[in-house]
């Protein structure tokens, strides 16, 4: 199992975060061993004094594929969650000042958790995430544009 992610496909927080808004998505790679479960919960890593976190919609893929045309990619997927995705936001400012992958800032153990899996709905472009934390919402968005959009991420 791995997990790939893409990140700067949310505009308006690559931007937030003087980041640049590329043309191709950002792709990299979070091992099992960053999962949180029961066996592996979260914890603030020593190396860090900046976690930040972002509510993520999961794709599972069922299949091994590759190389896919974009219209194919749904047909991948079996099942979607809500996943949050932490970032040792110091060291990673601090990799990317040195041209240096970003893995063990977003790689570490635990830095990603998600929810139970579920079946695709038919309409995906009609999904949204919402994460309140102690009450108070702090993140929300959603796929919008149909259902190619939620291969993307919002």
């Known amino acids: 199992m791995k997990i790939v992610c893409v990140g700067r496909n949310y505009v308006a927080h690559a931007r937030e975060l003087g980041n640049e808004v590329p043309s191709d998505p950002v792709i990299f790679i979070k091992p099992a061993t960053a999962l949180s479960s029961p066996d592996n919960p979260f914890s603030i ?3 860090s004094n900046e976690i930040h976190y972002e509510c993520e919609l999961v794709l599972r893929i069922a299949k091994p594929v590759r190389q896919l045309k974009k219209e194919e990619t749904l047909s991948c997927v079996d099942a979607i969650t809500a996943g949050i995705d932490f970032t040792a ?4 400012q601090q990799l990317k000042e040195k041209g240096l992958p970003w893995e063990k800032a977003k790689a570490f153990d635990g830095a990603a958790l998600f929810s139970g899996f579920v079946a695709l709905p038919e309409d995906s472009g009609q999904l949204s995430l919402r994460l309140h934390v102690d009450g108070e919402l702090r993140q929300a968005g959603g796929v919008g544009g149909g259902a190619g959009a939620a291969a993307r991420g919002f």
């Not at 936001?89 to 990673?92: E, G």
């Open 45 to 47: 890593p020593s190396f």
């Open 89 to 92: 936001r110091d060291l990673q």
